[in-house]
């Protein structure tokens, strides 16, 4: 056993899926993950 350290982060009471995150980003034109090229989700990480 050890002790883990984490930078504070944000969490809410309902899991999101990426492809979920995609619609409302599409819908609002909120910005997209760092990681989603050209804003884009990438092929595989839908769930």
Do not use: M, S
């Not at 982060?9 to 995150?21: G, L, S």
């Amino acid at each position: 056993q050890r002790k883990v350290y984490l930078d504070g982060f944000w969490i809410d009471k309902t899991e999101v899926t990426n492809q979920q995150y995609q619609k409302f980003v599409q819908a609002t034109g909120h910005r997209t993950a760092l990681y989603w090229l050209d804003g884009k989700l990438p092929t595989g990480q839908e769930t």
